[in-house]
C-alpha cells in the first residue's frame, strides 16, 4: 500500500511570503498526485493533480506543483501567499484504486 | 451538477446510540470512498465501492462500523453502538475513475 509523508506541519508565514510544502510518497506502481486544501470548517477541494505529462503542474488560485519521480515527491509551492490562503493542505496519492492522504500541513498567513 | 451530498451536516448522539450518515455521489461516478478525519490521525480511508460493491473495507476500524451502497445514487456508514472516540469528520467522496475526486461537505459526528 502507498504512503504519503507531509513535513512541517505547522508553517507560518506573512503575506507576500513564498510557500512551498513538501509531499514524498512510497509506492512502487503508477500513480496519480493530487494537492486538497481544506479552508477552515470547509471540505476539501482539489487544488491541482498530476497523472502524466509535463511534471509542472499549475493549478487554482496560483498553486503549482512539480513531480520528481525519482525523489517520489510532489512538492508545492506559491510564490507569494495571502491571507485567504490560511488552511490545511492535503498531498495525496492515488495507487491501485487507493486514494492515501498525509498527515496534512496546517499553513497560516498572516496579514 | 449538486456534487457530491452528505447529511447530517452535524450529528450530535449520545454514547451507544446508532448513528447512520448517508451520502449521495455524482451521478455517474462508480467509485465511492468513505473516509475519516480527527486531529490525531488525519484522514483515514474507511472503505471504498466500486459499482456499489465494496472493495475494500480494511480500514474500518471495528465491527461497530458497517456500510452499504444499496444502488449508485446512495450510501451509509452505520455505527452501531457508537463511542465518544468516534467523534470525528466523516467525509464521502466520489469519483469515476481517473478523473480525481469529489469530497462531499462532511458529517461532523460527536459522541457524548
Known amino acids: 500500500a502507498q504512503s504519503v509523508s507531509q513535513h512541517n506541519h505547522h508553517v507560518i508565514l506573512s503575506e507576500a511570503a513564498s510557500l512551498e510544502l513538501g509531499c514524498n510518497y512510497s509506492y512502487g506502481g503508477t500513480v496519480n498526485l493530487f494537492w486538497y486544501v481544506q479552508y477552515p470548517g470547509q471540505h476539501l477541494q482539489l487544488l491541482l493533480k498530476?497523472?502524466?505529462?509535463?511534471?509542472l503542474v499549475k493549478g487554482i488560485k496560483g498553486f503549482e506543483a512539480e513531480f520528481i519521480k525519482s525523489k517520489f515527491s510532489f512538492n508545492l509551492r506559491k510564490p507569494s501567499v495571502q491571507w485567504s490562503d490560511t488552511a490545511e493542505y492535503f498531498c495525496?496519492?492515488?495507487?491501485?484504486?487507493?486514494?492515501?492522504f498525509g498527515k496534512g500541513n496546517q499553513v497560516v498567513v498572516i496579514p | 451538477d449538486a456534487g457530491v451530498i452528505q447529511s447530517p451536516r452535524h450529528e450530535v448522539t449520545e454514547m451507544g446510540q446508532e448513528v447512520t450518515l448517508r451520502c449521495k455521489p455524482i451521478?455517474?461516478?462508480?467509485?465511492l470512498f468513505w473516509y475519516r478525519q480527527t486531529m490525531m490521525r488525519g484522514l483515514e480511508l474507511l472503505i471504498y465501492?466500486?459499482?456499489?460493491?465494496?472493495?475494500?473495507d480494511s480500514g474500518m476500524p471495528e465491527d461497530r462500523f458497517s456500510a452499504k451502497m444499496p444502488n449508485a445514487s446512495f450510501s451509509t456508514l452505520k455505527i452501531q453502538p457508537s463511542e465518544p472516540r468516534d467523534s470525528a469528520v466523516y467525509f464521502c467522496a466520489s469519483s469515476r475513475d481517473f478523473y480525481g475526486y469529489t469530497f462531499g461537505s462532511g458529517t461532523r459526528l460527536t459522541v457524548v
Open positions: 498530476y497523472f502524466s505529462g509535463d511534471p
Open positions: 465501492f466500486n459499482n456499489n460493491v465494496p472493495i475494500d
Open positions: 495525496a496519492v492515488r495507487g491501485n484504486n487507493r486514494l492515501a
Open positions: 451521478s455517474g461516478h462508480d467509485y
